[in-house]
């Protein structure tokens, strides 16, 4: 199945997280987080994390992806 | 490079460091239960440029240009200065107007209510309550869409604008330059505005405090918002470790008074201080921050929180210049009209700012 992509580039805190958990609490497991800044990146993992799914993080350019998929 | 202070211990030390810190600048001579209280701190900066005239509230404090400046050498030596803005800078503005009314008509931004509660001040409870129910709302717009819409990268020297407005602030203090005689720079020759620590204590305390804070993410709206939103205490690990900690410090230093009345730079009106803080915490979760945070942020280049922080600072204004902000004797003849206009600018905001984002 395709990632299902967020793009939460240029959203505040705690916006992306919001944009993740609904995703996840809608039954995603693959998704692929577009962010472009640290404190997002961190936010997204742990919640992740929390959420009992695998987080890989990447770099793109200037954006940082997280990729999540079920453990 | 891993951010250690971003782990669950990293947030833990640093609440600790900013709770000690905080009761020793009260003991080094800050306000008491006051040692530091970004909102109120502002407030005195305000005074001191003449914005407002209350002759008891005027010091450029310099732990405000610590926390920023702290912040930003912070932020750039950890690759994450990034100067953005763009994200519904008026609204921001306006929010930070009215957080600081509602601030100051409890008296303290949240970091204050919180050292208020660890020197024995039970008025604090009224207002913790009302910070949590603001943020509570604030928590169901979110949930609902809300947002201000996305920021965008900015040109590396506008993010420079807030920290060289900070060193600016802070010459001014150093060689307290008077522009006319008796001021500006007013500075207060009674009242909590002649209180304060040593200038050079202030402003490493701020300094740290600064760096610290932006490593952390430190943010007590964020506590109470992540444990309500997403059941999250990552954040509130931090605040509870500022308040144990400032507790601990007050009781050997001999600063822990409990009790209601005669709190100092506090009053007794449950209902003011309650809804002042719910007026607060709204505004705060609308901003994305707590005032402290959002200088931490203007610090990193966060232009949209530099905004919201000269929102606050012209909020001071009006609020002692029209009878917002309370006195120890109680609210302010026109401190409950602002807070009701506060809140419905809050709610109006929060229904009719929405990304229709589908996820």
């Known amino acids: 199945m395709a990632a299902k992509r967020i793009d939460a580039r240029g959203l505040s805190c705690p916006q992306p997280v919001v944009l993740v958990d609904k995703a996840i609490a809608a039954g995603s497991t693959d998704l692929e987080v577009l962010v472009d800044n640290e404190v997002a990146k961190e936010n997204v993992a742990r919640l992740a994390a929390r959420r009992g799914l695998k987080a890989e993080v990447r770099r793109d350019g200037n954006d940082i992806v997280i990729a999540t998929t079920k453990t | ?359």
């Open chain 2, 1 to 359: 490079m891993k951010n250690i202070f971003s782990s669950r211990a990293g947030i833990i030390v640093v609440g600790a460091v900013i709770g000690i810190g905080a009761a020793f600048l009260q003991y080094f001579g800050n306000p008491p239960n006051m040692g530091i209280c970004v909102a109120c701190f502002e407030r005195d900066i305000a005074g001191a440029l003449g914005w407002h005239r209350a002759d008891v509230v005027q010091y450029l404090r310099p732990e405000i240009m610590g926390f920023v400046l702290g912040a930003f050498v912070a932020a750039f030596a950890a690759g994450e200065y990034k100067p953005r803005g763009g994200s519904s800078p008026l609204v921001r503005f306006f929010l930070g107007v009215f957080a600081m009314l509602g601030a100051l008509v409890f008296l303290g931004c949240p970091w204050r209510a919180l050292l208020r509660l660890a020197g024995g001040d039970g008025n604090a409870i009224l207002g913790l309550l009302g910070l949590i129910f603001g943020i509570f709302i604030g928590v169901l717009f979110l949930k609902n869409g809300y947002s201000l819409g996305r920021s965008y990268a900015q040109r590396k020297a506008s993010g420079w604008i807030f920290p060289a407005l900070m060193i600016g602030l802070l010459l001014l203090l150093v060689f307290q330059v008077s522009f006319s005689p008796g001021g500006p720079i007013f500075f207060s020759l009674k009242g909590p505005g002649s209180q304060h620590a040593p200038l050079l204590l202030s402003l490493i305390a701020g300094l740290v405090i600064g760096a610290l804070a932006q490593r952390s993410r430190f943010c007590t709206m964020g506590a109470f918002r992540d444990m309500i939103l997403i059941r999250d205490f990552h954040l509130a690990s931090g605040v509870a470790a500022l308040v144990v900690f400032a507790f601990a410090t007050n009781v050997i230093l001999g600063q822990f008074h409990p009790g209601f009345e005669g709190q100092p730079v506090a009053h007794t009106s449950f209902v003011w201080n309650f809804l002042g803080m719910t007026l607060a915490g709204l505004a705060f979760v609308l901003a994305g921050g707590c005032p402290g945070r959002q200088l931490f942020l203007s610090g990193e280049g966060d232009m949209d929180a530099a905004i919201f922080a000269l929102g606050m600072i012209a909020g001071a204004a009006v609020a002692h210049n029209f009878a917002v902000a309370s006195s120890p004797k109680g609210p302010a003849a026109f401190g409950p009209a602002a807070v009701i206009i506060g809140l419905l600018f809050c709610l109006i905001i929060g229904f009719t700012q929405r990304d229709k984002m589908s996820v």
